[in-house]
């Protein structure tokens, strides 16, 4: 970087800086201001005081919960091979290079395995977790290889076909809400009907217990639970109302029924939609 005259400028950051909203926030504002001013963030994990419980794990997580905080326009993950295969090109010549991704499938995940790359922590599947993670807050991700990092960069900025590009979602999430889907540390799972679904994910409203089905987990009211549909997938995180004791005795149940077990009703909702962040 001094050989371009470039300054730039050491971040060490933990999971705490992260789950914390107002550290969260000062984080987000040093960001800002250190690229306002042309100088270039250098972001790596604290390990010296990072709890091993919380911690990020890899710097592939990293960079996409980073992308998240910037509102990245693009995350450009690099590795040893010039982008996702069906299978391990080193020993398999007939492996085929994916050139786009539109959606994070079984069948995609199934492409790749667990082992570590010879760059360090993380195979390919931390990778394309990592690229699920930018891509669900509207931010585009390219995996390429690490190589030749100038043209890779170079021509993934210029829009070639340099590695394997992950489309982003269509829907932009304000800052909080991308703070609550992948700042905040899940504490369980609500599972929900169609109806919920098709409420809180089409129509913007927020999460009742009428379409709870299924309660995981034990937390405590204000805290972060992942949404999941009946078939497993993830539809959203929020932060609930509700612990999830009180829950697994009001699930499936309309206002007047929680009203009349409960005594009281303390909420309408489950989960607000402004606490509620859908993908």
Do not use: C
């Not at 690229?131 to 690490?146: D, L, Q, R, Y």
């Not at 929680?258 to 402004?274: A, Q, T, Y």
Request: aromatic letters at 6%.
């Amino acid at each position: 970087f001094s050989l371009l005259d470039i300054k730039i400028a050491q971040i060490l950051l933990t999971r705490e800086d992260i789950i914390n909203r107002e550290r969260y926030i000062n984080a987000q504002k040093t960001f800002e201001t250190l690229l306002q001013k042309g100088i270039v963030p250098i972001v790596n994990e604290n390990d010296v005081v990072a709890v091993e419980e919380i911690k990020f794990g890899d710097n592939d997580t990293l960079s996409a919960i980073v992308s998240t905080i910037i509102d990245a326009d693009m995350l450009i993950i690099l590795t040893t091979t010039d982008g996702v295969y069906t299978k391990d090109p080193t020993v398999h010549k007939d492996a085929k290079r994916i050139k786009a991704v539109k959606e994070f499938t079984k069948e995609l995940l199934s492409y790749v395995t667990k082992t570590k790359t010879t760059l360090g922590v993380g195979g390919m599947e931390t990778k394309i977790k990592a690229a699920e993670i930018a891509t669900n807050v509207g931010v585009k991700v390219i995996i390429g290889s690490g190589k030749n990092p100038y043209k890779t960069i170079v021509g993934a900025i210029e829009g070639e076909d340099v590695g394997t590009l992950f489309f982003p979602k269509k829907k932009h999430l304000d800052s909080r809400k991308r703070w609550i889907l992948y700042g905040l540390t899940p504490k369980g799972e609500i599972i929900i009907d169609e109806g919920a679904k098709e409420a809180i994910k089409d129509k913007g409203k927020s999460l009742l217990a009428a379409g709870i089905v299924d309660v995981k987990g034990n937390f405590m009211a204000g805290e972060t639970v992942k949404v999941i549909d009946r078939k497993g997938k993830f539809i959203g995180q929020g932060i609930v109302r509700y612990s999830s004791g009180v829950l697994k005795t009001i699930k499936g149940k309309k206002t007047k029924e929680i009203e009349r077990i409960l005594g009281f009703l303390p909420f309408e909702e489950v989960i607000h939609r402004d606490d509620l962040s859908i993908i």
